[in-house]
T-cell receptor, first 111, second 119 residues
Framework: DAKTTQPPSMDCAEGRAANLPCNHSTISGNEYVYWYRQIHSQGPQYIIHGLKNNETNEMASLIITEDRKSSTLILPHATLRDTAVYYCIVRRDGTASKLTFGTGTRLQVTL | GAVVSQHPSWVICKSGTSVKIECRSL??????MFWYRQFPKQSLMLMAT?????????EQGVEKDKFLINHASLTLSTLTVTSAHPEDSSFYIC???????????????FGPGTRLTVL
């Protein structure tokens, strides 16, 4: 599975949009981009995933560039409860694939 | 939504004892379950993949005789840390991939984790 690169940390003011970037320049055509987050001392929580089209759900939006070499997770109105480590993971579909976590981005939402 | 539980949520044991951690998928069937370990301020590291009714597949560097995994049913996997030592103290997290519905991707849900402290 392709490797991802994320900034180690970011700050965001409460109520503002949080834009978390991820580079995955070696992504293959059959690999999806997944985003998970982990709040302190909890298990990871699925946020969103996509292949090549932009995706939106109740939690966030995922913007994937046309060449698929990078993506951005957008939390439209960040709250203090969004403070967490956010992981961008590239993974093939299929039962044999595994979720491999990198170092992620530690997002700190402040008042 | 799909829920994965772990028991216990935390455990403290003496060095040399064995500890069993349970992972259950509460409202779905999971042919495949995963076990991760996370040390403080580090990312999750995959330890092993278990498939119901067959032997687990361990990642490189993980001792299979020390970390015994059993996946006897579609809703339960157990991780036993045998002869635990202080260096085994960590946050252990399981994950279950649901297999009871057809999906465009293989959803994977995580448990809340078990914090193991070995004295």
């Amino acid at each position: 599975d392709a490797k991802t690169t994320q900034p180690p940390s970011m700050d965001c003011a409460e109520g503002r949009a949080a834009n978390l970037p991820c580079n995955h320049s070696t992504i293959s055509g059959n690999e999806y981009v997944y985003w998970y987050r982990q709040i302190h001392s909890q298990g990871p929580q699925y946020i969103i995933h996509g292949l090549k089209n932009n995706e939106t759900n109740e939690m966030a939006s995922l913007i994937i560039t046309e060449d698929r070499k990078s993506s951005t997770l957008i939390l439209p109105h960040a709250t203090l409860r969004d403070t967490a480590v956010y992981y961008c993971i590239v993974r093939r579909d299929g039962t044999a694939s595994k979720l491999t976590f990198g170092t992620g981005t530690r997002l700190q939402v402040t008042l | 939504g799909a829920v994965v539980s772990q028991h216990p949520s935390w455990v403290i044991c003496k060095s040399g004892t064995s500890v069993k951690i349970e992972c259950r998928s509460l409202d779905f069937q999971a042919t495949t379950m995963f076990w991760y370990r996370q040390f403080p301020k580090q990312s999750l590291m995959l330890m092993a993949t278990s498939n119901e009714g067959s032997k687990a597949t361990y990642e490189q560097g993980v001792e299979k005789d020390k970390f015994l995994i059993n996946h006897a049913s579609l809703t339960l996997s157990t991780l036993t840390v045998t002869s635990a030592h202080p260096e085994d103290s960590s946050f252990y997290i399981c994950s279950a991939r649901r297999s009871d519905i057809q999906s465009s991707y293989n959803e994977q849900f995580f448990g809340p984790g078990t914090r193991l402290t070995v004295l």
